[in-house]
């Protein structure tokens, strides 16, 4: 498919009313923290507005805001009634959906968001541009959006194995892996016979060896559960490392641990 041609952004300076600005539940990147907003308000009031938010047209007396919602905020505070505004001209205005998403682009560069804000923006984004692309405006890997999507990412034909054969967290972890839907349904059907901590221990084998064939896989699986559970107590400093390992390597905490701890009993 050939990518459409998007001119350059070009706008004229107007002044509109505050109460004809519009801002939809998508777009909003996060809430806005009343102390970064109160400073803001008073840095405009002593300094000016030195960049108006940027807006395009929806109707006579109607706009949606494409960047720029801690400065509308801070300027409501400021109670005006008109404020200047970077309107889009019509040669370079989006359509509806594509303005939903720009906006939502803009304002997770300007803002430091949630893991809840950044999972609601990569659901909202991905229905609105694909996966890759949203990827891509978050700054994130197609792995790490995937965790970040959840169960939502998962494809209808695995969805269909939930709840009576799979449960919601196997599915989801499953997909997370195996990306390619073939594959992942042989594993479903694989993995359905074998009891809840089997599996879920299956699925931890399978993370850590996606290459491995499905007996290596059970018999590592039954053999992890078989083995001694013990808990080792470390420092904050070394549990943040830890954290922050498990972060890097899109992993979970414990799984990080386990192969620390194989690769030092390996050396010994």
């Given at each position: 498919m050939a990518r459409r041609y998007r001119p350059p952004i070009s706008y004229h300076l107007r002044e509109i009313p505050v109460k004809q600005i519009k801002i939809w539940k998508d777009?909003?990147?996060r809430k806005l923290d009343r102390e970064g907003i109160a400073e803001l308000a008073k840095s405009i009031k002593n300094e000016g507005l030195q960049n108006p938010p940027m807006v395009q047209k929806e109707s006579k007396d109607s706009y949606l805001l494409m960047s720029g919602q801690r400065r509308l905020a801070a300027?409501?505070?400021?109670?005006?009634?008109k404020i200047p505004v970077l309107l889009l001209t019509q040669g370079t205005k989006y359509d509806l959906k594509d303005a939903k998403a720009a906006s939502v682009i803009e304002n997770?560069?300007?803002?430091?968001?949630?893991v809840k804000d950044v999972a609601a923006a990569s659901v909202f984004l991905t229905e609105s541009v694909g996966k890759s692309k949203a990827a891509q405006s978050l700054g994130i890997s197609q792995q790490t959006l995937r965790k970040?999507?959840?169960f939502a990412a998962v494809p209808d034909k695995l969805k269909e194995y939930v709840p009576k054969q799979l449960s919601r967290d196997d599915a989801t972890r499953l997909y997370q892996i195996v990306p390619?839907?073939?594959?992942?349904l042989q594993i479903i059907e694989r993995i359905i016979p074998l009891d809840q901590r089997l599996r879920k221990q299956y699925l931890r084998t399978l993370a850590k060896n996606p290459n491995s064939s499905h007996n290596k896989l059970l018999k590592k699986a039954k053999s992890g559960l078989l083995q001694q559970r013990i808990t080792v107590e470390i420092n904050k400093s070394n549990a943040r490392k830890l954290q922050r390992l498990a972060a890097k390597n899109d992993l979970e905490v414990t799984d990080v641990a386990e192969k620390i701890m194989y690769d030092y009993l390996k050396r010994k």
């Amino acid at each position: 498919m050939a990518r459409r041609y998007r001119p350059p952004i070009s706008y004229h300076l107007r002044e509109i009313p505050v109460k004809q600005i519009k801002i939809w539940k998508d777009a909003q990147a996060r809430k806005l923290d009343r102390e970064g907003i109160a400073e803001l308000a008073k840095s405009i009031k002593n300094e000016g507005l030195q960049n108006p938010p940027m807006v395009q047209k929806e109707s006579k007396d109607s706009y949606l805001l494409m960047s720029g919602q801690r400065r509308l905020a801070a300027l409501k505070r400021l109670r005006a009634k008109k404020i200047p505004v970077l309107l889009l001209t019509q040669g370079t205005k989006y359509d509806l959906k594509d303005a939903k998403a720009a906006s939502v682009i803009e304002n997770l560069h300007r803002n430091k968001m949630s893991v809840k804000d950044v999972a609601a923006a990569s659901v909202f984004l991905t229905e609105s541009v694909g996966k890759s692309k949203a990827a891509q405006s978050l700054g994130i890997s197609q792995q790490t959006l995937r965790k970040y999507l959840g169960f939502a990412a998962v494809p209808d034909k695995l969805k269909e194995y939930v709840p009576k054969q799979l449960s919601r967290d196997d599915a989801t972890r499953l997909y997370q892996i195996v990306p390619n839907i073939s594959k992942a349904l042989q594993i479903i059907e694989r993995i359905i016979p074998l009891d809840q901590r089997l599996r879920k221990q299956y699925l931890r084998t399978l993370a850590k060896n996606p290459n491995s064939s499905h007996n290596k896989l059970l018999k590592k699986a039954k053999s992890g559960l078989l083995q001694q559970r013990i808990t080792v107590e470390i420092n904050k400093s070394n549990a943040r490392k830890l954290q922050r390992l498990a972060a890097k390597n899109d992993l979970e905490v414990t799984d990080v641990a386990e192969k620390i701890m194989y690769d030092y009993l390996k050396r010994k």
